[in-house]
């Protein structure tokens, strides 16, 4: 690995390159190639592919942080923000289908993540669609609801750009629900989402609007799990 690595670092052989923030990154084609499928099939495959290749969906230190990986095996984070390194990583994965660095982030991700970050993480794994985390996180919850953690002052106070989304916090509740059921602590978590709401759009706060917000929230949660789950039974 180290030889490859000097091969890259000095630039020798190289025969591709990412643009990624006005900077370059060199490769191997071949490298590459023998760790993603993806990279095999834009090389060597039918693709009219470039050696040149603009990257639009990731920084720059994270791309050079998955092709370390992609010559090492070996996951190495960026120290200044883990949590936002490793979600891009496993996009990288995913996209790239490397299931073993998905697997290493999610391992990962097990060690980070605690009651302050697992709504970022979360809100992150679903507009990623990163299955492997939206699990990880959705655990976390059942875990933390059964040691009686109470997460809702969490919600409340956390920026509202975090949990703007209320797809995302939807499938958070009907998964909790399926988990849980009805127990005090879901309903507690949905009554803090529906207070955020509420201060993120600038109403007026009152027991009845917030009362009103929570039934129609149980209701349509409810409904969409029980339509889901009948579809599955049939």
């Not at 709401?197 to 706060?205: F, N, P, T």
Request: with cysteine; aromatic share 12%; net charge negative.
């Amino acid at each position: 690995y180290e030889r490859f690595c000097r091969l890259r670092r000095i630039n020798k052989f190289t025969d591709c390159s990412f643009k990624i923030e006005n900077k370059i990154i060199n490769c191997h084609k071949l490298i590459l190639a023998a760790a993603s499928p993806v990279f095999e099939a834009m090389f060597y495959g039918k693709f009219d592919i470039t050696n040149s290749i603009l990257i639009t969906d990731i920084t720059f230190n994270s791309f050079q942080l998955f092709v370390e990986y992609l010559y090492t095996g070996i996951l190495k984070l960026d120290e200044s923000d883990e949590i936002e390194s490793l979600l891009e990583l496993a996009c990288c994965g995913q996209k790239y289908i490397i299931s073993d660095l998905r697997m290493k982030c999610a391992s990962r991700l097990r060690e980070l993540l605690n009651r302050e970050n697992v709504f970022t993480v979360f809100s992150k794994a679903f507009e990623y669609h990163l299955e492997d985390f939206l699990m990880t996180c959705l655990y976390f919850f059942v875990d933390a609801m059964e040691s009686s953690v109470s997460l809702c002052n969490v919600i409340i106070n956390r920026n509202s750009s975090e949990l703007s989304s209320p797809g995302c916090f939807e499938f958070l509740a009907k998964n909790l629900l399926d988990y849980l059921g009805d127990r005090q602590e879901v309903l507690m978590l949905i009554k803090a989402w529906s207070l955020h709401q509420i201060k993120a759009s600038h109403e007026e706060v009152s027991q009845l609007n917030l009362d009103s917000l929570l039934t129609d929230k149980l209701i349509q949660m409810k409904a969409a799990f029980f339509d889901a789950s009948s579809k599955v039974s049939k």
